[in-house]
């Protein structure tokens, strides 16, 4: 199987993701069409310190997330090969719907705090109904916006191209909760020769 990152990024990368799921600020694309691929070199985790969630180095962390969708964008430029013209037209559409659907994915994950917060104060019924009514509602709206994107490919992606961005998502998606799931694994285990 192809590796999209290399090994040192993705066990950054992971490093960082453990306290959030991948979403991004938009990167504008003349910005990185024309550039080297991006820097694997990042802030490395405190030793000691607020780590995971509100950490420094978390997900929550504007840098630690340009630098990913950086990568992420970087490789999908490479991966999906685009003319120019297209991708002219492609990058700016992609950004305006991550944009949308990371806005969605923050508002899901603080009603799903609440959600947690209401159960753990035993909120009435009808408080928490509420609740999971929201989060479901979220959960169609994110569907919803994905769709829209992938619709709005037509005309300026091919049927191909919008197939190779699709699989790219999902083998993105796949390998980073591979080496997170690793990473912990590996922060279980008793250290060597002990």
């Given at each position: 199987?192809?590796?999209?990152?290399?090994?040192?990024?993705?066990?950054?990368?992971?490093?960082?993701?453990?306290?959030?799921?991948?979403?991004?600020?938009?990167?504008?694309?003349?910005?990185?069409?024309?550039?080297?691929?991006?820097?694997?070199?990042?802030?490395?985790?405190?030793?000691?310190?607020?780590?995971?969630?509100?950490?420094?180095?978390?997900?929550?962390?504007?840098?630690?997330?340009?630098?990913?969708?950086?990568?992420?964008?970087?490789?999908?430029?490479?991966?999906?090969?685009?003319?120019?013209?297209?991708?002219?037209?492609?990058?700016?559409?992609?950004?305006?719907?991550?944009?949308?659907?990371?806005?969605?994915?923050?508002?899901?994950?603080?009603?799903?705090?609440?959600?947690?917060?209401?159960?753990?104060?035993?909120?009435?019924?009808?408080?928490?109904?509420?609740?999971?009514?929201?989060?479901?509602?979220?959960?169609?709206?994110?569907?919803?916006?994905?769709?829209?994107?992938i619709r709005a490919l037509d005309g300026i992606l091919s049927p191909i191209e919008v197939a190779k961005y699709m699989v790219f998502e999902q083998r993105f998606d796949r390998e980073i909760r591979?080496?997170?799931?690793?990473?912990?694994?590996?922060?279980?285990?008793?250290?060597?020769?002990?």
């Amino acid at each position: 199987m192809k590796t999209i990152l290399s090994f040192t990024a993705m066990l950054v990368l992971a490093a960082a993701f453990v306290s959030a799921p991948l979403h991004a600020q938009p990167v504008e694309l003349p910005e990185l069409a024309l550039q080297d691929p991006p820097p694997t070199q990042f802030p490395q985790e405190p030793q000691s310190g607020p780590q995971g969630r509100g950490g420094q180095m978390g997900m929550g962390n504007p840098q630690i997330r340009k630098q990913l969708e950086q990568i992420k964008i970087w490789q999908m430029t490479k991966e999906m090969n685009l003319p120019t013209e297209k991708a002219e037209k492609f990058f700016p559409l992609y950004n305006h719907y991550n944009q949308q659907m990371k806005t969605i994915t923050d508002e899901r994950r603080s009603t799903v705090r609440s959600l947690d917060s209401a159960v753990d104060n035993r909120a009435g019924e009808k408080e928490i109904s509420s609740t999971i009514a929201r989060v479901l509602k979220l959960d169609d709206d994110l569907a919803a916006t994905h769709v829209k994107f992938i619709r709005a490919l037509d005309g300026i992606l091919s049927p191909i191209e919008v197939a190779k961005y699709m699989v790219f998502e999902q083998r993105f998606d796949r390998e980073i909760r591979e080496r997170i799931r690793m990473m912990m694994m590996e922060r279980r285990m008793p250290p060597r020769g002990r």
